[in-house]
Nanobody, 122 residues
Framework: VQLQASGGGLVQAGGSLRLSCASS????????TGWFRQAPGKERELLGA????????YYPDSVKGRFTISRDNGKNTLYLNMTSLKPEDTAVYYC????????????????WGQGTQVTVSS
């Protein structure tokens, strides 16, 4: 699975942004997927994850209600919709996939996109 993340950019605080993650080589069907971010000097943070079918998702409290993951299995694309963005959301955002949901949630997904920069100005 090769993942290509896109959609990052500069947005004002309070604004919204949608990131995309296109899969090439293999369909996303059968893979659990997730979005992560990493800010300078900080640890990587899980933003949300979906099970293999995409029918159920997990979000940490830090982004629950603001970030939403969706999948279009027909287009082999994963999305991260972000609203009410804050300057502290500034980071490089990564998409990831793994055959096992546990690996996305806890361990380390096998497949990663290259990252896309999101900068939120105050």
């Amino acid at each position: 699975v090769q993942l290509q993340a896109s959609g990052g950019g500069l947005v004002q605080a309070g604004g919204s942004l949608r990131l995309s993650c296109a899969s090439s080589g293999r369909t996303l069907t059968g893979y659990a997927t997730g979005w992560f971010r990493q800010a300078p000097g900080k640890e990587r943070e899980l933003l949300g994850a979906t099970i293999q079918s995409g029918a159920s998702s997990y979000y940490p409290d830090s982004v629950k209600g603001r970030f939403t993951i969706s999948r279009d299995n027909g287009k082999n694309t994963l999305y991260l919709n972000m609203t009410s963005l804050k300057p502290e959301d500034t980071a490089v955002y990564y998409c990831a996939a793994d055959p096992k949901f546990y690996n996305v949630m806890v361990v380390d997904p096998e497949f990663w996109g290259q990252g896309t920069q999101v900068t939120v100005s105050s």
